[in-house]
């Protein structure tokens, strides 16, 4: 295995044709023709889920302004799930 | 514009407030947009301005030096002092080249990519890594 530094050296590894890498499905390459983001799947066809990303929206803990507080708690209580 | 309506104007701007939201800017614009729709559905008033970054462990280190108010990134989390909230599960793909004699296929099993070369970005990139 080849580990670069960064994701932009990674993405032009991979449009050299010097490999291939696993990435979030959830990144946009609409600015990379060259470069497609292919589905895994199980033998039986069935999405591969062994391995998932968790998108988190992060405050600071002992963050002081409430406002920021509440727009972090719209997505506790089922919000989150318009997001997905 | 009459004196009224730009007193009105400038009490509206005075009463806005401000949040900065941090961003990966290699996440989906569409993920960015529905989170903007949930924070302008319940907070109409409050002006969200975006900080577009460079990787999730900016993001992090942004929101933990209180440069963002907010942050959007991925698990793990490599700041102390952070409270996360988990709004998706997203799957991993295969970043491949065009070209790739397996690119023409809709979704690929990993038993297909045993034979490949792989390519892995260091912890430095702020990525994810799968080992």
Redesign the interface.
């Known amino acids: 295995?080849?580990?670069?530094?960064?994701?932009d050296?990674?993405?032009s590894?991979?449009?050299?044709?010097?490999?291939?890498?696993?990435?979030?499905?959830?990144?946009?390459?609409s600015q990379e023709?060259?470069?497609?983001?292919?589905?895994?799947?199980?033998?039986d066809?069935t999405?591969?889920?062994e391995?998932?990303?968790?998108?988190?929206?992060?405050?600071?803990?002992?963050?002081p302004?409430p406002?920021?507080r509440?727009?972090?708690?719209?997505?506790?209580g089922g919000?989150?799930e318009?997001?997905? | 514009m009459s004196e009224k309506a730009i007193r009105n104007a400038r009490q509206t701007g005075a009463q806005k407030?401000v949040?900065t939201l941090g961003v990966f800017k290699?996440?989906?614009?569409e993920?960015i947009m529905?989170?903007l729709n949930?924070?302008s559905t319940?907070?109409p008033t409050?002006e969200i301005q975006l900080v577009k970054l460079t990787?999730i462990t900016q993001?992090?280190d942004k929101?933990?030096m209180?440069q963002v108010?907010?942050?959007?990134?991925?698990?793990p989390?490599v700041q102390e002092?952070?409270?996360?909230?988990?709004?998706?599960?997203?799957?991993?793909?295969?970043?491949?080249?065009?070209?790739?004699p397996?690119?023409a296929?809709?979704?690929?099993?990993?038993?297909q990519?045993r034979p490949?070369?792989?390519?892995?970005?260091?912890r430095?990139?702020g990525?994810?890594s799968?080992r």
């Open positions: 295995m080849q580990v670069v530094p960064s994701f050296l990674l993405k590894m991979v449009q050299l044709g010097k490999g291939i890498a696993f990435m979030p499905a959830s990144l946009d390459l023709p060259t470069l497609l983001s292919m589905p895994i799947v199980n033998e066809d999405p591969f889920r391995i998932i990303i968790e998108h988190v929206l992060i405050h600071r803990a002992d963050q302004n406002l920021v509440e727009l972090a708690g719209l997505l506790m919000l989150s318009s997001l997905t | 407030q949040v290699l996440i989906l614009p993920r529905s989170m949930l924070f319940h907070f409050v990787n993001v992090q929101v933990a209180d108010d907010l942050g959007m990134t991925v698990l989390l002092g952070l409270t996360a909230t988990k709004y998706a599960e997203i799957d991993y793909s295969i970043l491949m080249n065009r070209n790739h397996l690119a296929q809709t979704a690929v099993k990993l038993e990519l490949e070369k792989w390519i892995d970005h260091g430095e990139a990525l994810f799968v």
